[in-house]
Every structure is written in structure tokens, then in C-alpha cells.
């Protein structure tokens, strides 16, 4: 039997305007003549309909992302970069967000790993007049705008927490306006600030936490160039309590006498999942008529990835952490304490696959993607430095695509760590040794501070400091610490 379901919702007027009536008109010219909706075009150049019931934050960040003009790296469909609700899941599985939506903090995470600047603030943290003059900054120019999280309830609405973007301010009614993205259901309105505070200052009960709300600019490019944190994992939350909690506690207790000892501490008695916390970042693209040509803006990023990889491993802090990983991991083999592929080899068929699964718009290879005919390549175009790519042949229904996934490679001279052979680690591309340094590099520096030998303490802080590190890399690593931040405001007591 059929279903019929459910066409819209009637707009509870009061409280709310709906824009398109002739007062939401009138409130809409009067806040256009008085400077509060230069915000309003570019937004509603991009506003687009959540596309699944539970995707409200992914859409909401997808339109001011776009809105902002910043370059998701990646592609949509065919050769199109652009983004969508569907390629928000860095931060956590689309499934799960289909069931269940997304929390404040993670959206704020989203956003700023994806290339934007975030100021982020529960109402418990801000108040209402920093809110109406957050809201008032970022309607009054092109540069930023305000996604807000509210409880639909004191609107008279049906449903729970949603996200939108603010579209426009009034001042003289003191009234905001709401592009809702849940546009099947309810269209665009204003509403009285107040009201909107009320909305905010409610708990989230996946948290705990109070709602709120976030102003997203644009940044001169995106702070993640290699590295990313990543909580798609069930056991991310695990993770982040055990490195921001745990680890400085066991610093305290245990009888830390050396750098090799302090590393053992922290990572022999680590959650399993602290393999998949910290990834690095590949670029993906489409195989075109058998070309392996890079483009020069492909090569620019390729470049920048190497580098990132190359200051990482002229750190102090790496020597440490490689001799210990080679002495308890076994980097050649390819055989880890915690299961890692550490050679090229081993991994091109689940860099393929990841690949093809972001490329396609798959939420797993369970939904048919997988990949076959995996091979690792040296491309060198006439003088320049040979780069990494790894190809691949995709099957997704049954339809056959190739593509590449670009590696950054650094040649280490470390003698206990792999050759630079084409049969073995080819390169090398980022390790185990490379990930555990900068995640040591993005842990708070009063992690260090319970240290009980005073000169090891001296030591590790030095080894960790963030201050004297290059420019790129000490960018990425304030990266992570801000994704961190993000995440563990979602962990935090209430």
C-alpha cells in the first residue's frame, strides 16, 4: 500500500514571518535599505534542501561553505568541485548521521577542517548581545556567516534540534531570518531575536550540552594540508578522553625515566582505535583517457603535502619517535602492533579504495565499491622531482572507472627505517612514525607538565613545543588542536 506521507508544514505565524509573505517582504526592504542583508545574496545564491531529514548541519555548512567561495579540494560529480551535504563526513560516518544528525561540536569541527575560519559559542559561553552583534557583523558584509543550532519547539515548530544559516537582520523589529534548509518543510522566516536566544539556550541531549551558535569566515586556504583528525570511527571518543585525560595522569603516576619510556607510556596501553584518530590526506582524481599529466594547482598541492611530510621528519621529536616505532613495530615488514600497512604495496589497494568511495559518493565499499588492477607509479615530468601516484581500476555497479590518488613522498636518511626502493616503501610516504609525531606535536602543552624528573620534563617540552617549528607545519599542527578543541567540547561535563 501506498503511502501518501507528508506535504510541508504549516508556518506556526506568530511567532514567525515567512519571507515570502507581504510583511516577511516589507521586513526584508527595510533591512536592505538599513545595511543588514549583504550577506543575503550570496547565501541564497547557494541555499540548497538538506537531502536527507537528518543532514540539517551538513546543509546548513555546505551553503555557507559554498557561499564563501572556498575550494573543497575534491571533487563532486565529474570533473565539478563543490560542496554538497553528501561529502560532509570527515568527521563522521553519513550513515550515522542519517539516524541520528550531528552534534554542535562536530559541525564546528567540520567546518574548520574543511577550510574555514570558526568561532564557535554555546549560549552558556556567549550571551544575547555578543549574539545579536555577531549576527549584525555578519549580515552587514559578505565575509562571514552566523549557522545557528536551536530547539524548533519554541517556534511552535514540530521536530527537535535543527541547524540553519542566519539570511538577515532587522534591526528596528530586532528580528533574524532563517534560511531553513529543511525547506520540504518549513520555508525561509524571520524570527524575533529573543526568541531565537530562547531556541538556542536549550539542551541537546546527545551532549548534555547547550545549543548555540557559530560565525564561519573564510581563511586565505584551508589549515589542513596532510594531516586530519578523524572520528568516523565508533571509538573517537575513547581516543580523544585517552590523550587529553588519561595520558597526562599516567605521566604522573608512572615512573617516567626516559624519552623511549614516556613514548611506551602513552602508546602501549593506547585505545586500539588510535590508528584511525590521526590520517593523512591523499588527493583523489579521475584517470583521464590514460594521462598521468599533473596540473600545475595539483602539483602546487602535492608540493605542499611534501613539504609538510619533509619538516615533520627534521624534527627532534620524529628521531625519537621513529627509532621507537622501528623497534617495536617492524616498519619493514609490514607488520604493526596494531595491524598498520606501513609499504606502498600493501596499502595502494586501501588507498584506492577509500578513494573510491569519497569519489564515487559511497558511504562504504559495502555498497559495491571495490577496486582491482592496483598499481603504484613514479611519474617525472622532465626535470622535476618524481611523484607518487597510486591507480586503480573501480567497480561500482558494475560500471568500470579508473583513478588516481596522489601520495606526497619524503626520502628519509634514517637508517632504521625503510630504502627508497621501488619494491618496499616506496618514497617514503607518510608512516606510523610521521602520524604518532604530529599527534604528539597537537596534544595541549600542559600534557607535559606532570612529568616527574624535571630534566626529562624540560626535555619532552622542548621536543613538543609548537613555537620553533616551521610555518607549515606549525599551521597544521594548530590545526589539529583546534579539531581536537572542537571535538572534545561535545565530551566535556556539562
Not at 551535504?85 to 567540520?110: A, H, N, W
Not at 531565537?196 to 594540508?225: Q, Y
Not at 611534501?306 to 607488520?335: H, M, N, P
Not at 559511497?362 to 565499491?369: H, I
Request: glycine fraction near 6%; proline fraction near 4%; aromatic fraction near 8%.
Amino acid at each position: 500500500m501506498a503511502v501518501a506521507g507528508v506535504y510541508r508544514r504549516v508556518l506556526p505565524s506568530p511567532p514567525a514571518i515567512e519571507f515570502a509573505s507581504p510583511q516577511g517582504k516589507k521586513l526584508f526592504t527595510e533591512a536592505l535599505e538599513g545595511g543588514t542583508m549583504e550577506g543575503f545574496f550570496k547565501l541564497i545564491s547557494y541555499y540548497q534542501t538538506q537531502s536527507e531529514p537528518a543532514y540539517c548541519g551538513l546543509a546548513s555548512l555546505a551553503v555557507v561553505l559554498n557561499a564563501l567561495a572556498i575550494d573543497p579540494g575534491r571533487t563532486w560529480k565529474g570533473p565539478w568541485r563543490w560542496f554538497d551535504d553528501t561529502m560532509l563526513d570527515c568527521c563522521e560516518p553519513l550513515s550515522k548521521i542519517k539516524d541520528e544528525g550531528i552534534t554542535f561540536g562536530k559541525v564546528s569541527c567540520l567546518a574548520f577542517c574543511n577550510g574555514a575560519n570558526v568561532e564557535a559559542f554555546r549560549t552558556n559561553e556567549s550571551s544575547i548581545d555578543e549574539f545579536r552583534r555577531q549576527v549584525i557583523s555578519s549580515t552587514s558584509s559578505e565575509d562571514s556567516h552566523v549557522i545557528t543550532s536551536y530547539h524548533r519547539g519554541v517556534f511552535k515548530q514540530t521536530g527537535t534540534g535543527h541547524f540553519s544559516p542566519i539570511g538577515g537582520y532587522h534591526a528596528g523589529k530586532d528580528m533574524a531570518l532563517i534560511l531553513d534548509v529543511a525547506r520540504f518543510k518549513y520555508p525561509p522566516h524571520w524570527v524575533p531575536l529573543i526568541l531565537l536566544w530562547e531556541a538556542m539556550d536549550t539542551i541537546d541531549n546527545a551532549t548534555g550540552h547547550r545549543r548555540g551558535f557559530m560565525t564561519v569566515s573564510r581563511i586565505p586556504k584551508a589549515p589542513s594540508i596532510l594531516y586530519t583528525v578523524s572520528c568516523r570511527h565508533e571509538g573517537w571518543n575513547k581516543v580523544a578522553k585517552y590523550l587529553t585525560e588519561d595520558v597526562p595522569l599516567r605521566l604522573k603516576s608512572d615512573d617516567v625515566k626516559s624519552v623511549e619510556n614516556l613514548l611506551s607510556v602513552i602508546f602501549k596501553s593506547a585505545p586500539a582505535d588510535l590508528k584511525e584518530f590521526i590520517k593523512w590526506v591523499a588527493e583523489v582524481r579521475r584517470q583521464e583517457d590514460g594521462s598521468m599529466i599533473l596540473s600545475e594547482e595539483e602539483k602546487g598541492r602535492l608540493v605542499m603535502k611534501e613539504e609538510v611530510l619533509k619538516q615533520t621528519r627534521e624534527t627532534e621529536l620524529f628521531k625519537y619517535v621513529a627509532k621507537w616505532s622501528a623497534s617495536k613495530i617492524s616498519l619493514c615488514k609490514g607488520v604493526t602492533s596494531w595491524g598498520l600497512k606501513e609499504t606502498l604495496p600493501e596499502l595502494a589497494a586501501d588507498i584506492c579504495c577509500q578513494g573510491a568511495e569519497l569519489f564515487m559518493g559511497k558511504l562504504s565499499s559495502s555498497e559495491g565499491t571495490c577496486c582491482r588492477q592496483t598499481n603504484v607509479t613514479l611519474l617525472k615530468v622532465d626535470d622535476e622531482k618524481a611523484m607518487t601516484v597510486v591507480s586503480g581500476t573501480v567497480t561500482t555497479d558494475g560500471i568500470e572507472k579508473g583513478i588516481e590518488t596522489l601520495v606526497p613522498s619524503s626520502i628519509t636518511e634514517l637508517s632504521n627505517l625503510c630504502d627508497f626502493d621501488q619494491s618496499n616503501c616506496k618514497g617514503m610516504h607518510p608512516s606510523t612514525a610521521d602520524v604518532l609525531t604530529v599527534l604528539l606535536l597537537a596534544l595541549p602543552q600542559h600534557t607535559w607538565s606532570g612529568i616527574k624528573e624535571e630534566e626529562l620534563r624540560m626535555q619532552f617540552n622542548h621536543l613538543a613545543s609548537v613555537d620553533k617549528l616551521p610555518s607549515l607545519l606549525q599551521q597544521e599542527v594548530q590545526h589539529l588542536r583546534r579539531q581536537l578543541h572542537f571535538l572534545m567540547t561535545d565530551l566535556s561535563a556539562p
